[in-house]
RNA sequence: GGAGGGGUGCCGGAGUGGUUAAUCGGAGCAGACUGUAAAUCUGCCGCCUGGAAGGGCUACACAGGUUCGAAUCCUGUCCCCUCCA
């Protein structure tokens, strides 16, 4: 894997992943396919809306349907059918999401699984091995993301946890076509986040993320130790943001120079109905859109609004139609990666700050409606 | 004609003397979701007033009655269902 910064605009970069699997342009957003699949849609559709990378997870898919079922059957990439470029999560996120059904100590971590309750011991090097037989081009080291509330202490343990596995999965790590990226935590502690970047970046990986962010901690805090950790990282070295995000999250970060982005919750709001425009998130099933003719967002190029009014999205949504899920999904995931290319094209035109001001103040005018709307009722009641 | 059962809020359906503006579903109205245990979860949901707490009003087919107190007991009326003839 290669990397090259073919232009900055400020803080943020433009750039190319060269990988087995293709070549990404980047500042780019993967879609999440934990179980190797992106839900409702087949790699075509992810291909045709211009996807070329998208992240699965290994701790699902050692759970289910095992990770030697996939080598056997040809790696991932043939197993689901993509032959785009995949990065893998090692389960890291998973001692966060399944906190109830582990345990975990400088050894590793035990997972009961939430499908049968058996017990799975997982090291850094049991994290490795797996992914290497998953055959992703990009995997991550095995890290402990702490809830965002942690103490310092709580923080500072995990992150001390997560350099010591970092240099036991560089150690254990032995396939050089997959590149291992580090993860630096220390949650919301800017010396932490300091301490745990400077570490890594000692270790020289061929790519850095962020990890232990958006994880209920105030946007502005998000956007702070973003800024303060990207800045840490190396210069030359891809930097992924993990877990992040929403469109006004990401626009923010790759202000601050992060090249990578991944979440479910594009994918997994589309399946609840709310949807990206230009002009904010909006709810398709609110009652607003019952006779809406014209298309969600005249604008988009997606094939649910090329093709369909709002009020059909709406009834679909109504009836709990199969079809709500995938056009949702569609709509949601084209806007992401418009989205991501319309940042790249600002900073190669070195107009980034001017295109983030646009977008956001357009994208925020909804929310900021509402917003004002509450507040003005607030201030009427105090006089 | 005879015997029995029943009529509860937008709908379905609990409740059989006070703690009931009335369990629970559904529908409706909103909100949340960020390295996916999620096609999930949360709130509101008689009317008026209030940001809320609260307050006021009207309610369990209809009319009357018993009772300190009734959706719940009694009487009458109307309507619906089942079985027998």
Redesign the pocket.
């Given at each position: 894997m290669d990397f090259i910064l073919k232009k900055t605009s400020n803080r943020a970069r433009a750039g190319e992943l060269i990988t087995p699997h293709g070549v990404i342009q980047t500042p780019v957003f993967l879609?999440?396919?934990?179980q190797a699949t992106?839900?409702t849609l087949t790699p075509q559709e992810i291909s045709g809306i211009g996807f070329k990378m998208l992240?699965a997870?290994n701790y699902?898919l050692y759970l289910r349907p095992g990770t030697e079922t996939i080598t056997k059957l040809g790696c991932l990439h043939r197993f689901m059918g993509w032959d785009g470029a995949i990065l893998t999560?090692?389960g890291?996120?998973?001692i966060?999401?399944?906190a109830?059904?582990r345990k975990i100590n400088d050894e590793g971590v035990t997972f009961r699984s939430?499908i049968d309750g058996s017990s799975h011991f997982i090291t850094p090097e049991r994290a490795i091995e797996l992914q290497q037989g998953l055959g992703a081009d990009i995997i991550?080291v095995l890290?402990e993301?702490p809830p965002s509330d942690a103490d310092f202490n709580k923080t500072r343990r995990a992150m001390k946890r997560t350099h010591l596995w970092a240099e036991r999965c560089k150690k254990a790590h032995r396939n050089s076509k997959q590149a291992l990226f580090a993860?630096v935590?220390g949650g919301v502690f800017p010396e932490l986040r300091k301490q745990s970047a400077e570490m890594l970046a000692g270790l020289d990986f061929p790519g850095y993320?962020i990890?232990?962010l958006?994880?209920?901690e105030p946007?502005e805090t998000t956007y702070e130790i973003t800024a303060q950790t990207a800045a840490l990282l190396p210069q030359d070295k891809p930097r992924y943001l993990?877990?992040?995000?929403?469109p006004e999250?990401i626009i923010e970060a790759v202000a601050e120079g992060i090249d990578i982005f991944?979440?479910?919750?594009p994918?997994?709001?589309a399946?609840?109905?709310?949807l990206f425009t230009r002009r904010g998130?909006v709810?398709i099933?609110?009652?607003?859109y019952?006779d809406m003719e014209e298309p969600l967002d005249a604008a988009c190029n997606c094939y649910a609004c090329k093709n369909f009014s709002a009020a059909y999205l709406h009834h679909l949504f109504?009836c709990?139609e199969?079809l709500a899920?995938r056009l949702a999904t569609l709509h949601n995931l084209t806007f992401m990666h418009n989205l991501m290319q319309d940042t790249r094209t600002a900073i190669l035109n070195d107009g980034y700050a001017a295109f983030r001001g646009e977008f956001l103040k357009n994208y925020k005018a909804t929310n900021e409606e509402?917003r004002l709307e509450q507040k003005k009722?607030?201030l009427?009641?105090r006089g």
């Open positions: 879609p999440v396919g934990s992106v839900k992240l997870n699902h999560d090692s890291g996120y998973q966060f999401s399944l109830g059904l939430h991550m890290d993301c993860i935590q993320a990890g232990g958006s994880l209920g946007k993990m877990g992040v995000g929403s999250d991944d979440s479910a919750l994918t997994r709001v399946r609840n109905g709310a998130r709810n099933s609110n009652a607003k019952k109504r709990g199969l899920l509402v009722k607030w009427k009641t």
